[in-house]
């Protein structure tokens, strides 16, 4: 029982000195001048794909109606290699579709990364100069309760990120 009771008071004593600490990384990242750029730059991509993608389907579009309108005038030959051709077209599209997915993809993991190293190291460096314990980030559904007690680091963590500029 003697051992126990030392024990006890310590840990008693260690969670009296914890301090817990919370940041939203959606809304810290959504502040951040250059996420609006990164945004930006994937909009400007993505419209670009959007726009070529609509001309391929104007195409397509064109080819079929003009097919459906002359098929019954057609040489067999003809039909088949017009039906070909549509074939072909809808794999291309198809094909472009998950090449410009995958680019977009690709490009926004470049630009957004950069940015979410910027804050994880604001943050640790916020926990560190802070003394905090842990810190939660309630963007994450992994967090189901803060106490009242726990402290908002979001506005530390931004001065951080402003001041390594």
Do not use: W
């Not at 126990?4 to 310590?10: C, Q, S």
């Not at 250059?34 to 930006?40: C, L, P, T």
């Not at 459906?68 to 794999?91: A, D, V």
């Amino acid at each position: 029982m003697l051992a126990i009771l030392p024990a006890t008071k310590l840990q008693a004593q260690d969670t009296q000195q914890l301090k817990i600490g919370y940041v939203n990384t959606t809304e810290l990242l959504e502040s951040l001048p250059e996420k609006k750029e990164a945004s930006a730059a994937l909009e400007d991509l993505n419209k670009k794909y959007k726009d070529e993608l609509a001309l391929m389907q104007n195409d397509y579009n064109k080819k079929y109606s003009d097919f459906i309108t002359f098929q019954n005038s057609m040489g067999e030959n003809i039909k088949l290699r017009r039906m070909q051709e549509l074939t072909e077209l809808e794999k291309n599209i198809n094909n472009f579709i998950k090449v410009a997915q995958s680019d977009v993809e690709t490009h926004e993991r470049q630009l957004l990364e950069p940015l979410r190293e910027t804050l994880k190291k604001a943050i640790k460096e916020v926990g560190l100069e802070n003394n905090i314990t842990c810190i939660y980030d309630t963007a994450s559904p992994s967090v189901v309760f803060l106490t009242p007690n726990a402290i908002n680091l979001n506005d530390l963590v931004k001065k951080k990120i402003t001041s390594h500029k």
